[in-house]
Each structure stands twice: as structure tokens, then as C-alpha cells.
């Protein structure tokens, strides 16, 4: 049986996030985020993080699946403090930033206010 490592709920969808979307990138964050970077990011209200996230975990937003290819070395501590992480769907293992989370490569599913994401190992 799958382990949950982080659960959160969409509140909030910015007004730019589809722009991110196109360049295969999406960016969360505590729905106290400042709001010049609101607008660029999916919203969310709790912040459960039970374990450190690693390579092969599965990101889960609403119905999509996705497989985590690589872990930046700030994504565990954004994640737990900020809710803020960048996610990109670009198939990489090796994170390009500290605080990115790389996921396979594949096409990214709508995302709506009410989905469950969560990370499950």
C-alpha cells in the first residue's frame, strides 16, 4: 500500500499559472504567499509533509499522475515552511534549481480549485 509523504488541497489558482503551464511548469505556494507572486502560482492551505520527498515518489494532482525524476536540496524545506516549490515537468534527474521538483515528462493535466496533491512513496 502506497505511503502518503505530503498532502494539500488547490484554493487557489493565479492568473498567470497557464503561462507556466505551456513552458511545462507549475509553481505552488501557501495561500499566504506575497501576493506579486500569487498570481504565478497554485494556491494551497495546508502544508502536510511527513517524510522527505525522494527520486521515484509519485506527485498525484487531482487525478494525474506524475513519477519524480529528481529532488532540489531546498525542495523538503521550502515544501514544509513555505508550501512553495517549483514542480517541472521535464524528465530530469538532476533538479536545475535548489528548490525544484522534476517530474517525467509528460503531458500536464488541468488543474482545478479543490484538487488533492499529494506525494505518495
Do not use: W
Not at 505511503?3 to 507549475?26: P, R
Not at 513555505?82 to 522534476?102: K, Q
Amino acid at each position: 500500500m502506497a505511503e502518503t509523504i505530503y498532502t494539500t488541497v488547490v484554493t487557489k489558482l493565479g492568473e498567470s499559472v497557464n503561462e507556466f503551464l505551456e513552458q511545462g511548469m507549475l509553481i505552488t505556494f501557501k495561500d499566504n504567499a506575497p501576493a506579486e507572486l500569487a498570481e504565478f502560482c497554485i494556491l494551497h492551505s495546508e502544508n502536510n509533509l511527513h517524510k522527505e520527498i525522494q527520486s521515484g515518489d509519485v506527485l498525484t494532482i487531482g487525478e494525474a499522475t506524475y513519477k519524480i525524476t529528481a529532488v532540489g536540496d531546498a525542495v523538503n524545506k521550502n515544501l514544509s515552511s513555505l508550501g512553495h516549490i517549483t514542480l517541472r515537468f521535464d524528465g530530469a534527474d538532476v533538479a536545475d534549481l535548489p528548490g525544484t521538483l522534476s517530474l517525467e515528462n509528460k503531458e500536464i493535466k488541468q488543474i482545478n480549485v479543490g484538487d488533492v496533491i499529494k506525494i505518495e512513496r
